[in-house]
């Protein structure tokens, strides 16, 4: 499913305009984006949660030449799943 097919459905099922569907998505992921970068969880309860979680530095191969590379610590975002969306998919 693509943004807009994800817009259209939340418009029909909310009774809402295109537009205002999109804007709302919008600011609901805007707020999720900028609550990561602040560090903090963003949970629905049931749903799941997204957050934040480090990766360490580590050392990779370049596999163009088999050469020895270091891979610098990251942050990235992660999503878990709430047991009410893990039963709905099974």
């Given at each position: ?5 994800f817009?259209?459905q939340?418009a029909d099922?909310?009774?809402?305009s295109?537009?205002d569907?999109g804007?709302a ?7 999720i984006?900028?609550?990561?970068k602040r ?10 949660k997204?957050s934040v979680s480090?990766?360490g ?5 370049n596999?163009a030449?088999?050469?020895k590379?270091?891979?610098a610590?990251?942050r ?6 709430g047991?009410a969306?893990?039963k709905a998919?099974?």
């Amino acid at each position: 499913m693509t943004k807009s097919e994800f817009v259209e459905q939340v418009a029909d099922r909310a009774g809402l305009s295109k537009k205002d569907a999109g804007d709302a998505v919008d600011a609901m992921l805007e707020t999720i984006e900028s609550a990561l970068k602040r560090g903090s969880e963003v949970v629905f309860s049931g749903f799941g949660k997204f957050s934040v979680s480090t990766r360490g530095a580590r050392e990779g191969r370049n596999p163009a030449t088999g050469e020895k590379i270091q891979i610098a610590a990251s942050r990235v975002p992660k999503f878990t799943a709430g047991a009410a969306l893990k039963k709905a998919v099974n």
